[in-house]
């Protein structure tokens, strides 16, 4: 098939697919009581690592040990820009009201040197986006319509095809993007969006029938 028989995807599609391709779901075992997958103890047992550690840990109660960073204002604009990314329709809601922009201040708040460099670009994408739609629009990026804020976004989704001006708000929009599917894609919203049937406790699990084994190979 050449490219110009390739039938067009929304952007919805392209995201189920990129979180489709990046994805590592959590496996579910069936384990005997005290005991995981893995041997280690589960958190029913009176093992202190049970708990967790700061390498290993506990995701039954998970906690986040650091303060919020992004003011209320920032975060204003970061959630219209989640929405433009992932917006409502007639499966489910939209980023904003899932939480991701919430997702992305967890994540650029972490005390941690990748996420700390992820803050100053979100920051600095944040700033440049409303400096922006002021200079296009006399108005902030989340007073802008839809159709303003997808102009916007238009020129700064795609960084080979970006205008030199726009490569480094490119940097930016990309970022906010992997955020904002990680975390939608990780909610029972996004998983139900985008079809994923694991992470469910089963009363009888079937094997796979002979045609899907011959397929695979096996």
Known sequence: MTEEQRPPIDRRTA????AAATAVPAVLAACEPGETDLGRPSPGTRNPLAVGTPSDPDLLAPVVPWAR???PDELETLASLCDVIIPADDRSPSASALGAHEFIDEWVSAPYDGMKKDKVLVRGGIVWLD??????????FREL??????EICDDICYGPDAAPEFQAASRFFDKVRDLTATAFYT???GMEDVGYVGNVPL???DPPPPEALRHVGL
């Open 203 to 205: 009363s009888q699990w």
């Open 145 to 150: 319509s839809l159709v303003q804020m997808s």
């Open 15 to 18: 995201l189920k697919v990129i």
């Open 131 to 140: 400096g922006e739609s002021d200079r296009r629009f006399g108005s902030r």
């Open 69 to 71: 960073s992004l003011t």
């Open 187 to 189: 909610t029972k919203e």
